[in-house]
């Protein structure tokens, strides 16, 4: 993998509480993360993914509306897997799919309004929470990021393998266990898949994305 590639007052308005479902056909870019190959996505009602010996990622950042949502869920199928992998390995760390939730504290983020991925990854203050289908790993076992230690981390969900789920986070809880205190503003979220460094292939989809 070459990236990172993470209780609300009760005053809190009603509208602000409600769950927002993230569209999976528009508002998205396409990261290369390797000069010489990169994942297919199909962008539509699911987010369909493909992956040949590739690792790329898919971007959307986040509007005001949804910079305090603290919980997620959203299901996931694998129809062609890679093998399990060591999550916390520098460049042996491949996975069927990750979902990727950003943070920053709400000055930058009010100060990065707009910005693109690249440009958030480089803030010092942006904490990732990386929920993975993939490895060997225990479900909820927190990995640090090798890529950016201190900022990001692997929140491994599913061993390698083929199947359908659907799944909950906590991301105020998780980035709590991570990092400590309160998550900021929740700025983006990506979706992506690594098969590079095993050579072999991935076909998966992500539907029904929702933030709470």
Known sequence: MRSMFLAL?????????AAGPVSLAAGWNH????????????????????????????????????????????????????????????????????????????????RLEGAGLLRLQRNANVRILQYAWGGNHGRGEILPSPYAPGQGVTVALRQAGTGAHSETVDLARDFSAAFGGQPGALVGVAVSADSDDTGTAIRASVSDLVLR
């Open 31 to 110: 990261q290369r993360l390797s000069l010489f190959s990169s994942n297919d996505y199909d962008f539509g009602a699911t987010l369909g993914i493909a992956s040949d010996a590739a690792v790329s990622l898919a971007w959307k950042p986040l509007g005001r509306s949804n910079w305090d949502k603290r919980g997620a869920s959203w299901s996931w199928s694998v129809d062609q897997s890679v093998p399990a992998t060591n999550l916390a390995r520098k460049g042996g760390d491949d996975r069927n799919i990750s979902i990727y939730f950003v943070f920053l504290p709400q000055a930058d983020a009010q």
């Open 9 to 17: 007052p009760i005053a809190l308005a009603a509208s602000t509480l």
